[in-house]
T-cell receptor, first 115, second 115 residues
Framework: GAVVSQHPSRVICKSGTSVKIECRSL??????MFWYRQFPKKSLMLMAT?????????EQGVEKDKFLINHASLTLSTLTVTSAHPEDSSFYIC???????????FGNGTRLTVT | DQQVKQNSPSLSVQEGRISILNCDYT??????FLWYKKYPAEGPTFLIS?????DKNEDGRFTVFLNKSAKHLSLHIVPSQPGDSAVYFC??????????????FGKGTLLTVNP
């Protein structure tokens, strides 16, 4: 079945540094990728939608300059958390779909801890 | 404002019995609903979905019921098996054709099936 690989699974970084999270579709071309964030005991919240070759669409309240999303190919999207702060500590998860009528396939998520 | 609500954070059932997971939504524009299952350290995996033009969809041991007037849906698992123990997320979206675009998730319900 379709697999989405997300890397790294865990990362600890110091405040002020930047962290890049990769999301790859392994056996299908992901025309659309989504990035979610989940705080403890909260829902998965959509942060942004990225389409290959175009700028990401961010949800209201999500800072596009802080959460840089690049979807340069049909199999790879990256989320870069720039100048990370402790309040950015969260669980980030990506999902991908080949067509908008296909089930979303999720990565395993990245646990980011900013110290 | 949480548009998709799963009011039970956890549910425990005996193996072989029925598991009923509930979900309520507030946005009347939602017309496609999905259930995802999530094991620890893994991303959510698609389980079953239902369009608002239906009130029931069945796939093996899993059945989803939709009550549009009550803005309520439920997932029935029968018979429940220990391997069903996981967090179940209810999700909703709007858009014709069953698009998975921009899912809104509930907080999830942890199901534990006891042998």
């Amino acid at each position: 079945g379709a697999v989405v690989s997300q890397h790294p699974s865990r990362v600890i970084c110091k405040s002020g540094t930047s962290v890049k999270i990769e999301c790859r579709s392994l056996d299908f071309q992901a025309t659309t990728m989504f990035w979610y964030r989940q705080f403890p005991k909260k829902s998965l919240m959509l942060m942004a939608t990225s389409n290959e070759g175009s700028k990401a669409t961010y949800e209201q309240g999500v800072e596009k300059d802080k959460f840089l999303i690049n979807h340069a190919s049909l199999t790879l999207s990256t989320l870069t958390v720039t100048s990370a702060h402790p309040e950015d500590s969260s669980f980030y998860i990506c999902s991908a779909t080949g067509t908008l009528n296909s089930p979303l396939h999720f990565g395993n998520g990245t646990r980011l801890t900013v110290t | 404002d949480q548009q998709v609500k799963q009011n039970s954070p956890s549910l425990s059932v005996q193996e072989g019995r029925i598991s009923i997971l509930n979900c309520d939504y507030t946005n009347s524009m939602f017309d496609y609903f999905l259930w995802y299952k999530k094991y620890p350290a893994e991303g959510p995996t698609f389980l079953i979905s239902i369009s608002s033009i239906k009130d029931k969809n069945e796939d093996g041991r899993f059945t989803v019921f939709l009550n549009k007037s009550a803005k309520h849906l439920s997932l029935h698992i029968v018979p429940s098996q220990p391997g069903d123990s996981a967090v179940y997320f209810c999700a909703a979206t709007q858009g014709s054709g069953g698009s998975n675009y921009k899912l809104t998730f509930g907080k999830g319900t942890l199901l534990t099936v006891n042998p």
